[in-house]
T-cell receptor, first 111, second 114 residues
Framework: NAGVTQTPKFRVLKTGQSMTLLCAQDMNHEYMYWYRQDPGMGLRLIHYSVGEGTTAKGEVPDGYNVSRLKKQNFLLGLESAAPSQTSVYFC??????????FGSGTRLTVV | QKEVEQDPGPLSVPEGAIVSLNCTYSNSAFQYFMWYRQYSRKGPELLMYTYSSGNKEDGRFTAQVDKSSKYISLFIRDSQPSDSATYLCAMSLAGGTSYGKLTFGQGTILTVHP
C-alpha cells in the first residue's frame, strides 16, 4: 500500500545513546517533515525537507539531526538521547505542502 | 500564549449527537485550515481542508472558518462510535516559503458512546 512507513515502531534507549529513525514514502512527494507529539503539547515540528538534499530547522530542532539523501527517505537522528526526548515521533510527507500523509509513528522512551 | 488553542476535552457524547470542535488562533496570516483525525496509537489522517474563510461540507462533517474572529470549527452530525478519536486542528501560512509547515492545536479527545 502507498504511504509513509516509519521504522522502528518502538524503541527504548538509555540516556546518552544514539539512534536513527527512518521514514520512507513511496508517493514521490517533495516535502517531508518530522514532528514529535507530547501530551498537552500537540504536534511540534522538529525538522523538514523541501526536496532531496535539503533540510531545515523547525520549531524544536535542538538535539536532533536529519538527512535527506534520497527523495523517498528522511532520517531523524538523535546523537545523545535525553529523557526529554521521550515522545512519539511522526513523519509526514506532502506533494507541495498542506496535504500531509502521516506515518504510524515511533514510540521512543529514553531512560 | 500558543499560536493555536484547542480545548483538549475530553468530550463525551451519545451516538447520534451533533459534535462541535473548535480552535482559536492568533496569527492572522494563516490561510490554510485543516482538521485531522487520530485514532489511538495511529498517525493523524486528513479529514477536512479549507482555504481562507467559509464553510466546507463532506458527508457528516462540516468545517467552518471565520478569519475575522480567528476561529475555526468542525461539526460532526449523527456522530458514531467510530468517530471516537482525537481531533487536531492545523493551519499554515500561504505562499511558497511556508513550505507547508503546519501549526497544530493540542487536539480534542472525543468519545461517542452507543
Amino acid at each position: 500500500n502507498a504511504g509513509v512507513t516509519q521504522t522502528p515502531k518502538f524503541r527504548v534507549l538509555k540516556t546518552g545513546q544514539s539512534m536513527t529513525l527512518l521514514c520512507a514514502q513511496d508517493m514521490n512527494h517533495e516535502y517531508m517533515y518530522w514532528y514529535r507529539q507530547d501530551p498537552g503539547m500537540g504536534l511540534r515540528l522538529i525538522h523538514y525537507s523541501v526536496g532531496e538534499g535539503t533540510t531545515a530547522k523547525g520549531e524544536v530542532p535542538d538535539g536532533y539531526n536529519v538527512s535527506r539523501l534520497k527523495k523517498q527517505n528522511f532520517l531523524l537522528g538523535l546523537e545523545s538521547a535525553a529523557p526529554s526526548q521521550t515522545s512519539v515521533y511522526f513523519c509526514a510527507s506532502s506533494p507541495m505542502g498542506n496535504g500531509y500523509t502521516f506515518g504510524s509513528g515511533t514510540r521512543l522512551t529514553v531512560v | 500564549q500558543k499560536e493555536v488553542e484547542q480545548d483538549p476535552g475530553p468530550l463525551s457524547v451519545p451516538e447520534g449527537a451533533i459534535v462541535s470542535l473548535n480552535c482559536t488562533y492568533s496569527n492572522s496570516a494563516f490561510q490554510y485550515f485543516m482538521w485531522y483525525r487520530q485514532y489511538s496509537r495511529k498517525g493523524p489522517e486528513l479529514l477536512m481542508y479549507t482555504y481562507s474563510s467559509g464553510n466546507k461540507e463532506d458527508g457528516r462533517f462540516t468545517a467552518q472558518v471565520d478569519k475575522s474572529s480567528k476561529y475555526i470549527s468542525l461539526f460532526i452530525r449523527d456522530s458514531q462510535p467510530s468517530d471516537s478519536a482525537t481531533y487536531l486542528c492545523a493551519m499554515s501560512l500561504a505562499g511558497g516559503t511556508s513550505y507547508g509547515k503546519l501549526t497544530f492545536g493540542q487536539g480534542t479527545i472525543l468519545t461517542v458512546h452507543p
